[in-house]
């Protein structure tokens, strides 16, 4: 079992930043490709970004690409999503998944294991 549990949503303004944590407890941090994803309301769970085992590979949504970073410190048992010149678009419930695989990118069927997600409201 890998228990996740998320920090750093809330409410910010467009153009602001945010940091959302994660920290892992339970089995191997280390052993796992780990991802974002977001969910608004009345809309389907997507991929937001995802890091490789080693964080050597990180992938994104085309909709963030360029705004978010995902990183990782295996250290900490923790990853990280810096979000950078939120949009109102960026609104949504942000889950951190444990991942059995990097490849294929993006896939919810890949999770292992969610967090319980963190609010991000982004306000003009």
């Known amino acids: 079992q890998v228990q996740l549990a998320e920090s750093g949503g809330g409410l910010v303004q467009a153009g602001g930043s945010l940091r959302l944590s994660c920290a892992a407890s339970?089995?191997?941090?280390?052993?796992?490709?780990m991802g974002w994803f977001r969910q608004a309301p009345g809309k389907e769970r997507e991929f937001v970004a995802a890091?490789?085992?080693?964080?050597?590979?990180?992938a994104y949504a085309n909709s963030v690409k360029g705004r978010f970073t995902i990183s990782r410190d295996d250290g900490r048992n923790t990853v990280y999503l810096q979000m950078n010149s939120l949009k109102l678009e960026d609104t949504a419930v942000y889950y951190c998944?444990?991942?059995?695989?990097?490849?294929?990118?993006?896939?919810?069927?890949?999770?292992?294991?969610w967090g319980q997600g963190t609010q991000v409201t982004v306000s003009s």
């Open positions: 890091i490789s085992e080693n964080g050597g590979n990180t």
């Open positions: 339970g089995r191997t941090f280390s052993n796992y490709a």
């Open positions: 998944a444990a991942l059995r695989n990097f490849y294929p990118v993006g896939r919810r069927e890949s999770v292992d294991y």
